[in-house]
T-cell receptor
């Protein structure tokens, strides 16, 4: 396993359309995180999973955003009725789930552009 | 509120040493991470500190003082490839990572 992968790497869509992104974590990792990052800012937490359970979701996340991890492996992030403000890099990270040093490893990201 | 402060941008010369500071105010503390992020790429893990003191890893070292809410990343023998943003992130009491905005490091020949 070479690390976290994300698909697609780039997505251009028109305002109002729905988009879905996929993340495949490092295979033995229990935790999976979604972040959003805009230019010149650090990653902004969206949500995270422990196996298939979604344990936390940012209060900043609108109802247009939904994430799933149905079998505790890959995850999808869907954005409905996209808005221009959704344009950002969407990052996925995974971690072993060990609380002592639970380092997160990031995928290459999906860059979303909403026209 | 929770807050992490880092300088926005720093410039250094190839072969020199640079120190990037990070101060934090968070609800609880379970460790501090440093990540490197090249433009257009994902963050990559550099270091983790949970106890006070200096952790050395090759050309990079990271220091933590929990009582002062302060950390720094020290980069020695700078190379052009070290030009990147350096992100400080703190694990709060809920084990959620709180991120700084990052420090853009520019290396000049």
């Amino acid at each position: 396993d070479t690390g976290v992968s994300q698909d697609p790497r780039h997505k251009i869509t028109k305002r109002g359309q729905n988009v879905t992104f996929r993340c495949d974590p490092i295979s033995e990792h229990n935790r999976l995180y979604w972040y959003r990052q805009t230019l010149g800012q650090g990653p902004e937490f969206l949500t995270y999973f422990q196996n298939e359970a979604q344990l936390e979701k940012s209060r900043l996340l609108s109802d247009r955003f939904s994430a799933e991890r149905p079998k505790g492996s890959f995850s999808t992030l869907e954005i409905q009725r996209t808005e221009q403000g959704d344009s950002a890099m969407y990052l996925c990270a995974s971690s072993p789930g060990d609380r002592d040093t639970d380092t997160q490893y990031f995928g290459p990201g999906t860059r979303l552009t909403v026209l | 509120g929770q807050n992490i402060d880092q300088p926005t941008e720093m410039t250094a010369t190839e072969g020199a040493i640079v120190q990037i500071n990070c101060t934090y105010q968070t609800s609880g503390f379970n460790g501090l991470f440093w990540y490197q992020q090249h433009a257009g790429e994902a963050p990559t893990f550099l270091s983790y500190n949970v106890l006070d003191g200096l952790e050395e890893k090759g050309r990079f070292s990271s220091f933590l003082s929990r009582s002062k809410g302060y950390s720094y990343l020290l980069l020695k023998e700078l190379q052009m490839k070290d030009s990147a943003s350096y992100l400080c992130a703190v694990w709060d009491s809920n084990y959620q990572l709180i991120w700084g905005a990052g420090t853009k490091l520019i290396i000049k020949p």
